[in-house]
């Protein structure tokens, strides 16, 4: 990977060899450069962008998802994991990427450490907002139809609890999406790649509008996903509407 | 043990497919039944011991803080008892597993905490999916429930409870409760949060549903209207949750055990009683042929209906008149007044209450 990206060398178009191109005339969007270079650097940029971000959210969701159960039912637990995780959050991204480097090194554990310790606190939160928003009487008939704690969790208060988790997800997706491009501080991939390269093109714009521009369609297109999700996991709650 | 209560479990429901047929519905006994939570000095429940008789209704009636909501939650231990034994079916509740215990009781709440996530007819399923039914017989089971509370099951199946009026949720609620078949259903003011109107509806089509399917039921309400209307016994809880009193609905209007009870019941009993004893089941006057009487009531009124028409008569006679609209007797207003008279005179058990209480 780390080959196939230096491979492409220096992303500064070659004027001299495109007399023509319109990397000359044309500094905010050149469709030739894009064409030219979307093979070697704006394509690998993406995979490792959305590679990078589903590694953070299902590791994060899976921690999130522990604490929050474990918060439910030991509610003296939810103030100190609302403390740490606020405080990962609080953390300067840029100073926590740098900080990870020495105890981790500048490789992907370092950058998805990070990663996921910003989307604790907002999946924390939510999950545990859905779970306590389960109405009393629905667990009361749960229990007094004799459905286990573990029967009711799974068949009663998570489904009730989705729509809160999925719009938690929708904000840690979004967000890791934005936070994975300085990724490339520690660690040479992602969107942010291209993005600081064309920060040192000068006039040229049209590599940080096209790569920035993936970016914010990446963030979405996923939140348009997970809104479809929704849809797909809850027609019940449409249904209220509808009534 | 868990094959053993499986087996007694499917009882009358034969597998493969269930039958039309109703499991017998079972004895509730309490013992010297008593409740205290930690940290507090007076008992929830002090001493509490009636027998319910299978297949009828026992409403716990009492003011707030009688315990009636506790006393009922400790039938499927979703409060743990603190003294004495309750037996279902001759076997104490605590010799069984909670979660199995309270797949055998139907429950039903004031909030009916029917799934929102779940359509009418998975709610009605809960119970039979706990419980590992094959799907076929789930599906049929779900179907019946839906026409028994008079729901259209093509209609209604894949409704969500948001989509429902509060009494169609009411019924959802009741039927889930039934889905297993159980031999004792629990209902904690299940008519609670609906409008007057709705409210005598979804009990009169509670009370025909039981006629119908005969469960022994323990039902918990506030309203002493709604435990006479509903209740085969009534018991009349006061605070500290001690029995004041245990009977049925007219022996506790004709004898109240103490002052607390006759003011529970409430100074108008007399005329409670007389709302509780339907026409045909009086000695009326023969139809004699003569002046056809133009009010008519039909043998089901109760005599507090007919009272009512006859106090608005002007001293003309009633006709009581059957199913076919045929006269079978007539009632009068100073017929009436012996009736009574002769019923608080004589010790033996008439239907009708003294005049000199209903007036009094």
Redesign the interface.
């Known amino acids: 990977m780390t080959g196939q990206l230096a491979a492409a060398g220096p992303v500064i178009p070659d004027f001299s060899q495109h007399s023509s191109s319109c990397a000359v005339h044309n500094h905010l969007f050149c469709a030739d450069w894009v064409k030219a270079n979307w093979g070697p650097v704006l394509w690998p940029a993406l995979r490792q962008h959305v590679v990078l971000t589903a590694i953070a959210i299902a590791i994060g969701f899976a921690i999130a998802m522990a604490l929050a159960l474990f918060a439910h039912r030991h509610s003296w637990a939810v103030q100190p994991t609302l403390l740490v995780t606020t405080f990962l959050y609080t953390i300067p991204s840029l100073a926590l990427f740098e900080l990870l480097v020495a105890p981790v090194g500048a490789n992907i554990y370092a950058a998805e450490i990070a990663l996921v310790s910003y989307t604790l606190l907002i999946l924390f939160r939510n999950i545990l907002t859905g779970l306590a928003s389960v109405p009393q009487e629905v667990l009361d008939a749960a229990e007094g139809m004799g459905m286990s704690r573990r029967q009711a969790l799974i068949r009663v208060e998570l489904p009730l609890a989705l729509p809160s988790i999925i719009a938690g997800l929708r904000i840690a997706v979004v967000t890791i999406i934005a936070l994975a491009t300085i990724v490339y501080t520690i660690y040479n991939r992602g969107l942010g790649v291209p993005i600081h390269n064309a920060l040192g093109e000068g006039p040229f714009k049209t590599e940080l509008i096209v790569a920035g521009g993936m970016a914010i369609l990446l963030a979405l297109l996923a939140d348009a996903a997970l809104v479809g999700l929704q849809r797909v996991l809850t027609p019940w709650s449409r249904a209220r509407e509808a009534s | 043990m868990s094959r053993e209560n499986t087996a007694h479990l499917e009882g009358l429901s034969p597998y493969p497919y269930p039958t039309r047929g109703h499991r017998q519905a079972a004895e509730l006994e309490l013992r010297h039944v008593s409740k205290r939570y930690p940290g507090q000095r007076e008992a929830a429940i002090g001493d509490l011991s009636f027998t319910v008789p299978a297949g009828e209704v026992c409403v716990l009636v009492g003011p707030s803080g009688s315990g009636k909501t506790t006393a009922m939650r400790l039938i ?1 231990r ?1 409060v743990p008892l603190s003294g004495g034994e309750i037996l279902l079916g001759g076997r104490s509740v605590l010799d069984r597993e ?7 009781i139907g ?1 039903v ?10 359509t009418v007819a998975e709610n009605i399923a ?2 039979p999916r ?1 419980l590992g039914w094959p799907k076929d017989r789930v599906r049929m089971r779900v179907r019946e429930l839906l026409e028994l509370i008079g729901l259209d099951p093509a209609e209604m199946s894949g ?2 409870p ?2 429902l009026s509060g009494g169609q949720r009411q019924r959802v609620g009741v039927a ?2 039934l889905a297993a078949d159980p031999p004792l259903m ?1 209902m904690d003011e299940p008519f609670g949060a609906i409008d007057p109107i709705n409210r005598t509806k979804l009990q009169d089509e509670f009370l025909a549903l039981q006629a119908k399917v005969n469960k022994t039921v323990v039902f918990v309400t506030h309203d002493i209207d709604e435990a006479i209307k509903m209740g085969d016994r009534i018991a009349i809880l006061r605070e500290g949750g001690m029995l004041a009193q245990y009977d049925t609905p007219k022996a506790i209007l004709a004898r109240p055990a103490d002052d607390f009870v006759a003011q529970f019941v409430g100074a108008d009993r007399g005329i409670k009683r007389l709302s509780l004893t339907r026409l045909e089941e009086i000695e009326l006057l023969p139809p004699d042929g003569a002046a056809p009487a133009s009010r008519r009531l039909p043998g089901r009124a109760s005599v507090k209906d007919a009272l009512s028409v006859l106090l608005t008569a002007h001293g003309e006679a009633l006709a009581v008149v059957d199913d076919e609209d045929r006269v079978t007797g007539l009632l009068t207003l100073s017929h009436l007044e012996r009736l009574i008279a002769k019923d608080s005179d004589g010790e033996q058990r008439q239907v009708l209450a003294s005049a000199g209480e209903a007036g009094s």
């Open positions: 499927n979703m909670p979660r199995e215990l309270r797949r055998e429950y709440i004031q909030q009916v905490g029917l799934f929102p996530h779940e809960t119970v706990l409704r969500y948001a989509q889930r409760a629990l």
